[in-house]
């Protein structure tokens, strides 16, 4: 799995370009958020839309009693909690921007890894997404990361390999109101209870989803990011997580068998090769 590898970036690469005349392979659609691809993928089914949601049983209501430790150092805070992690076999992450006196409020739709108990050797290379962010999809820094890559899989043996998202790049960054049940990711601003006063509704659109997920969820327009927000430690170049439809969010697949070009949804995919 290639992060954030856009259909485009197969100009950069030779041996995927190779291969593509000989394989089947083409664009695949994502739905909206970066979990529920996955979920389709390895599952055949998802109703995910981000990691976190506003619940009153989280797993993690006892940190409530350490945000004086996060306040001091969030390193250690982070590292508290994924020791929790490693114990009960769950992913691993970061708290990045989450306010700490709001994060035992939270709990995650993604507790063990997705791909665990599948019966496939999975790898992820998550370099370019960082790079992607970083530097913007069109940059010099991407071309290299993309021939790095290529040259990679060209020594591998695969039976597939895809991405997760596309990325696009942003344009403009919209502060969005915080409120005390809230979470604003890069491209979702998530409110619970009250509909939230002076919402920049010129920059994004409400969307219909599980209320699990906020009671008003709005969807950032191509090219906006919601910043500050809880991911970002700073302005980035590049962003996903926008309308799935978009060119530009496309994923890539190729699979190891003699075929032509099928652009798939990720539902698709997985019953392709189930």
């Known amino acids: 799995m290639l992060d954030s590898f856009k259909p485009e970036y ?5 041996y995927l370009k190779e291969k593509t005349k000989e394989f089947q392979h083409g664009e695949l659609e994502t739905p909206l958020g970066f979990w529920g ?15 976190f949601y506003l619940t009153e049983r989280s797993s993690w209501k006892w940190m409530k009693n350490f945000v004086c430790l996060g306040k001091i150092n969030r390193f250690l805070f982070d590292v508290l909690l994924n020791l929790w992690n490693v114990a009960k076999g769950n992913t691993l992450f970061r708290t990045n921007n989450i306010p700490l006196e709001k994060f035992h409020l939270f709990d995650t739709d993604v507790k063990k890894p997705l791909h665990k108990g599948i019966p496939v050797k999975y790898i992820s290379f998550h370099e370019l997404d960082g790079i992607a962010h970083k530097y913007g999809t069109k940059s010099i820094e991407v071309v290299e990361e993309v021939k790095r890559l290529d040259n990679i899989l060209s020594k591998i043996k695969w039976d597939m390999i895809m991405s997760d998202h596309g990325m696009l790049d942003i344009k403009e960054f919209v502060k969005v109101p915080e409120t005390e049940k809230c979470f604003i990711d890069s491209t979702l601003a998530r409110y619970w209870g009250e509909k ?14 599980d209320t699990k997920y906020g009671d008003w969820i709005y969807l950032a327009n191509p090219g906006v990011c919601f910043f500050p927000n809880y991911w970002q430690m700073k ?23 003699i075929g032509k070009k099928k652009d798939l949804t990720m539902g698709e995919l997985h019953r392709e090769i189930a």
Request: net charge positive.
């Open 10 to 14: 197969i100009g950069y690469a030779d």
């Open 37 to 51: 691809g996955m979920d389709i993928f390895f599952h055949g089914s998802s109703d995910k839309l981000a990691f």
């Open 196 to 209: 939230p006063e002076n919402m920049p509704i010129e920059k994004c659109k409400l969307i219909k989803w």
């Open 235 to 257: 302005e980035c170049k590049g962003m996903h997580g926008y309308n799935p439809k978009l060119k530009e969010m496309k994923a890539f697949y190729i699979l190891n068998k």
